[in-house]
C-alpha cells in the first residue's frame, strides 16, 4: 500500500459518518493485517501530512493517530507490549512495555508528524518538558519522540539541550525501521536501555549533531550492525521524502490553477470562507443581542 492510498484512506473515514464515529479504530481494521514488510515500507515516508489536508481537519488528526498506530505496530513487531493512548489531552502518544537484562519497565512516546511545506523548526513544538511530566499518568519510566530526521531542528537548538536534561529520547522512523528489521532477523526483543537512558550519557551542552552521533551509534550497538546502517535507511527515507515533495509542488500548482480558473464569484466566496469573516460576525452580534 502506497502513501497516496492511506492518505485516501484517512480521508474516505474522515468523510463517512459510520466510520468516522471511532476514527481510530476504523484506521486500524482498514490498515490491517500489520504485517512486518508492510511496516517497514510504511515507515519508509511516514509523519509527512499532505497539502491537500485543511490545517487543523479531522483528517489531519487522523494522519497523526495514523503515525502512532504505525510506531505502536512497529514495536509489537519488535516483541513489546504497546498501543495507542486514545485521550491525548495533556498524555502522551503512545506507551511502551520494555525488557532487557532481566528488568521490566514502561516508556511514553509522542509521535510527530508535520507538512514538508513548514518552515518553524521551534524547540516547543515537540514539548520536551510536556512529554517528562507525561511519564506520571503512564507511571512511566522513560520517554521519547519519534519523527522524521529531517524535521528535527538544526544543530545549535536549544532542543536537544532539553532532550538531555529530561532524558527524553529523539528518534526518528529510520531509527526504528531499522530496529525493527534487526529484531526480525535476529528474532528476538533489542536491548532498548541504552537509548532510553541516552540523556544520562550525551554531557550537557552537546550540540545536536553531537546528540545524533550518540544517537545513531547507540542504535547501530543496539542492532549490532555497522555505522553505515542507519546512514542507509535515512538516505531511503530521505529519497522518498523528496519524491512526496515533488507530489506536494504538483498539487500546489493545480490549486493554483483552479483558483485562477473560478469565476469571480466564487473567488470572493472562498476568500470569505477561509478568512472566517462571517463566524466572526455572528460571534461579535452576540455583543448586540
Keep these: 500500500m502506497d502513501d497516496e492510498n492511506i492518505w485516501q484512506i484517512v480521508a474516505e473515514i474522515c468523510r463517512d459518518e ?25 515507515l519508509e515516508s511516514a509523519g509527512v501530512i499532505p497539502e491537500m489536508y485543511d490545517h487543523d481537519s479531522a483528517e489531519e488528526k487522523l494522519y497523526a493517530k495514523y503515525c502512532e498506530l504505525l510506531v505502536s505496530e512497529s514495536f509489537k513487531k519488535m516483541g513489546f507490549r504497546s498501543d495507542v493512548i ?15 537484562e532481566g528488568a521490566r519497565s514502561k516508556a511514553v512516546g509522542d509521535v510527530k508528524a508535520f507538512r514538508l511545506s513548514r518552515t518553524a523548526l521551534n524547540p516547543k513544538d515537540y514539548k520536551i518538558e510536556a512529554l517528562h511530566k507525561w511519564r506520571e499518568p503512564e507511571k512511566a519510566d522513560y520517554a521519547f519522540i519519534v519523527a522524521p530526521h529531517t524535521q528535527f531542528p538544526g544543530d545549535k537548538s536549544r532542543l536537544y539541550q532539553e532532550a538531555i536534561t529530561y532524558n527524553v529520547t529523539l528518534i526518528s522512523f529510520a531509527h526504528i525501521e531499522l530496529m525493527l528489521k534487526t529484531a526480525l532477523e535476529r528474532g528476538i526483543s533489542l536491548d532498548m536501555y541504552p537509548l532510553w537512558n541516552i540523556g544520562k550519557t550525551i554531557p550537557s551542552g552537546s550540540s545536536g549533531n553531537s546528540y545524533w552521533s550518540m544517537i545513531d551509534t547507540t542504535v547501530t550497538e543496539i542492532c549490532n550492525s555497522t555505522p553505515d546502517s542507519i546512514i542507509l535507511y535515512k538516505d531511503k527515507y530521505l529519497k522518498k521524502i523528496r519524491h512526496l515533495a515533488n507530489d506536494q509542488i504538483k498539487f500546489g500548482e493545480e490549486r493554483i490553477a483552479d483558483i485562477r480558473s473560478m469565476d469571480r464569484e466564487k473567488l470572493i466566496d472562498k476568500v470569505i470562507a477561509a478568512e472566517g469573516i462571517n463566524g466572526k460576525i455572528q460571534i461579535l452580534r452576540k455583543y448586540l443581542a
Design 86 to 100: 486514545e485521550t491525548t489531552i495533556d498524555r502522551a502518544d503512545i506507551w511502551l512495555e520494555i525488557t532487557g
Design 18 to 42: 459510520e466510520l468516522s464515529k471511532n476514527k481510530l479504530d476504523s484506521l486500524r481494521d482498514r490498515l490491517s493485517p500489520w504485517e512486518p514488510s508492510v511496516i517497514q515500507k510504511r
